[in-house]
């Protein structure tokens, strides 16, 4: 039996080892496989929710366009006269400063120019003087009878004056004395009435005396008061005749005064007279004087001419208004310019940033709001700006040839709307060694989340500051 090459050969343990291991280790590969596949892929869903998130958050508050390039100041510079160009002191892309002369044409023309208005200016001026001249010499000759008749004209009637006032004072004196005449009439009569009065009363006493019914002493009263009655009575008499007399004598001098006032006022008409024979003087002076003010007139036209032709002297000379870099030169020696011809630009140095949104991108986009603005020109370089203002109407509207959208085949396209955007002050722009001309592609992001409110209505163009103020 033990012989028998049917039986089963004994078990081996360190033979059976070896092959036993291999089919153990194989699940346990799968499933680190599968655990190293679903971690990656874990790792892979977060990173793609992160990213997912942060592009969505990204994309909510942040608008950008690739419509956009740089915008600035070009300054066309042209001739204001025409000339052949004599000297060009620039070039292509040189930088100049203001005040710099960057063409100059051929002055001969206008310095012959300003010669002939100087000589002509010159000569105005000599005639002007001989005019001068002459009118003084005319009112010196012809005025002196015309002056000596005015004068005796202005004498006369300064006699008038004096004789009217002598007239009025005649006048004056004759009233009065006529009243202090008057007066003393009156006077007399009274006084003649009390003498008579006392007369009588003398007579009563004297009789009334001879019956002794009163004393001696009462006839002397009676008698001394009729005395001095006929006294003053015959004072009054003689005061109106003094006054008569003064009368009399005023009369006569109104009688004066009027003669004199006749006399004066003939003296008036013969000086009246002399000055209307001595008026063509005066007519020759006014001559000379429009003479002397046409000479003025010739000067003032001479003194433009001149001024105009040291204008057009110095236009020859095309000096550079502000700093800038020189470009589109077409200005050559030797060149034949017209006036008004452009002969080189001007880019100056400040430049921004015009992007067209599309105007679903506007609704939370104001004036103030920070941007990023990267330029194609130098990747990896980022600028900041602002947004300065939004224009008010798309660009469309204001193109050469604007939609008409009332003729019945309307298509509804999304409009873009120019926005403006300026660099930072501290940016330095075309201050370091990054070059930004108008026309350079830039792709601008707007950070819309300092202001989630829909755009006001309001100046699109003022500060956030300054819609709060209004």
């Known amino acids: 039996m ?4 049917n039986s089963p050969a004994p078990s081996n343990p360190a033979a059976g080892a070896p092959p036993a291991a291999p089919a153990a280790a194989a699940p346990k590969k799968a499933r680190w496989r599968n655990r190293r596949v679903l971690v990656i892929g874990s790792i892979l869903v977060v990173i793609a929710a992160v990213v997912g998130g942060w592009w969505l958050y990204y994309s909510m508050y ?7 390039f740089i915008d600035g100041n070009i300054v066309p510079m042209s001739s204001k006269v025409k000339g052949y160009i004599a000297k060009v002191n620039v ?5 100049v400063e203001a005040g710099t002369v960057l063409v100059e044409l051929d002055p001969h023309d206008y310095e012959a120019d300003v010669q002939a208005a100087k000589a002509a200016l010159a000569a105005a001026q000599a005639r002007q003087k001989a005019a001068a001249l002459s009118s003084e010499l005319t009112h010196v000759t012809s005025f002196a009878g015309l002056d000596q008749a005015k004068a005796a004209l202005a004498a006369a009637q300064a006699q008038v004056q004096a004789a009217r006032s002598g007239l009025v004072q005649a006048q004056v004196m004759i009233i009065v004395a006529r009243a ?8 007399v009569e009274a006084k003649k009435a009390t003498a008579d009065r006392d007369q009588l009363d003398l007579q009563r006493a004297q009789q009334v005396f001879k019956q002794q019914a009163i004393s001696q002493q009462d006839l002397d009263h009676a008698q001394a008061a009729m ?19 003064r009368v009399t004598q005023a009369q006569a001098g109104l009688s004066a005064a009027q003669a004199a006032v006749a006399q004066s006022q003939a003296q008036v008409q013969q000086a009246q007279a002399a000055v209307t024979a001595a008026e063509p003087a005066d007519t020759e002076v006014a001559r000379s004087k429009a003479q002397v003010s046409v000479s003025d007139a010739d000067i003032q036209e001479a003194q433009a001419a001149l001024t105009r032709a040291e204008l057009n ?9 502000c700093a800038g870099w020189v470009t589109r030169k077409s200005a050559e020696k030797g060149a034949y310019a017209t006036g008004g011809e452009r002969l080189l630009a001007i880019v100056r140095p400040d430049v921004w940033v015009v992007a067209n949104f599309k105007e679903t991108q506007l609704t939370y986009m104001r004036p103030g709001q920070p941007v990023t603005v990267e330029v194609d020109a130098f990747p990896g370089h980022t600028f900041r700006g602002h947004v300065q203002s939004i ?3 798309t660009g469309a509207r204001f193109s050469l040839l604007p939609p008409e959208n009332a003729t019945g085949n309307y298509i509804k396209v ?8 300026v660099f930072d002050a501290d940016e330095h722009i075309n201050g370091g060694q990054l070059l930004l001309a108008p026309g350079m592609s830039v792709v601008p992001v707007v950070n819309i989340t300092r202001d989630t409110a829909p755009m006001a209505q309001g100046p699109r163009g003022a500060a956030p500051e300054a819609l709060s103020q209004r």
């Open 227 to 245: 005395t001095a009655a006929q006294a003053d009575w015959q004072a009054a008499v003689k005061t109106a005749a003094a006054a008569q007399a």
């Open 180 to 187: 202090d005449a008057a007066q003393a009439q009156a006077l």
């Open 62 to 68: 942040h608008e950008s366009t690739d419509d956009a």
């Open 2 to 5: 033990n012989g028998n090459s």
């Open 313 to 321: 002297l110095s236009y020859t000379k095309i000096v550079a208004p």
């Open 414 to 421: 999304v409009q873009r709307v120019p926005v403006k955007i």
């Open 391 to 393: 224009q008010a109407g």
């Open 91 to 95: 070039l292509d892309n040189q930088w």
